[in-house]
């Protein structure tokens, strides 16, 4: 079983809808907890940071935390095409030295 | 202006053939890691620097080496390539105990 788990998708969504994308993981030692996006042919980089649990917003953007449930959840409102990409979530522990592991990411398309 | 520059961005070889794939910064950080990019399973650690004299192996390092040449380029090789090092190759970066990690625009490598 991999310590990260999230769906690969691929999910396609009319424009203005909201979007929401998980992750569940096994290692209750977690407290460190990201989203990456990653457009096509590119390197990720980090759309929003998590540390233990409860909500972050920035903007059209969300992330939630339930670590009673070990899951993760980024919300896209109003979603555009320019939010067509990759997401990935990633963690790691506070022992984990800087090693984060990461989801197998989900492959959004939003759809003018 | 890149801040994280991966050199070549592809990369064509033959089994048995030795590669470098090299990684240079300019964002002053201590921290370099190498990850690879693998269609339904995301990215994986293969090795990380916290320093020119820290070297660390990650999840999958067998068949892969590193050099950290100085504190800004840090170059990954594969010794004898082999068609499943098929993959993406990311190189990112840190700044101490910051969370967020930069990550290059990565290499593209088929080993044949």
């Known amino acids: 079983q991999k310590e990260v788990e999230q769906d690969p998708g691929p999910l396609s969504v009319p424009e203005g809808a909201i979007v929401s994308l998980n992750c569940t993981y096994s290692n209750s030692a977690f407290q460190y907890f990201m989203w990456y996006r990653q457009y096509s042919r590119k390197g990720p980089e980090l759309l929003m940071y998590t540390y233990s649990s409860g909500n972050k917003e920035d903007g059209r953007f969300t992330a939630q935390v339930d670590k009673s449930s070990k899951y993760i959840s980024l919300f896209i409102r109003d979603s555009q095409p320019s939010d067509s990409a990759t997401y990935l979530c990633a963690m790691r522990s506070p022992q984990g030295a800087q090693k984060l592991v990461f989801g197998q990411g989900t492959r959004l398309t939003i759809n003018p | 202006d890149a801040d994280v520059t991966q050199t070549p961005r592809n990369r064509i070889t033959k089994t048995g053939k030795r590669i470098m794939l090299e990684c240079s910064q300019t964002?002053?950080?201590?921290?370099m890691y190498w990850y690879r990019q693998d269609p339904g399973l995301g990215l994986r650690l293969i090795y990380y620097?916290?320093?020119?004299?820290?070297?660390n192996k990650g999840e999958i390092s067998d068949g892969y080496s590193v050099s950290r040449q100085a504190q800004a380029k840090f170059s990954l090789s594969l010794e004898s390539a082999i068609p499943n090092q098929t993959a993406l190759y990311f190189c990112?970066?840190?700044?101490?105990?910051?969370?967020?990690?930069?990550f290059g625009p990565g290499t593209r490598l088929l080993v044949l």
């Open positions: 620097s916290f320093d020119v004299k820290d070297i």
């Open positions: 964002k002053g950080h201590d921290r």
């Open positions: 990112a970066t840190s700044a101490g105990r910051q969370e967020t990690q930069y």
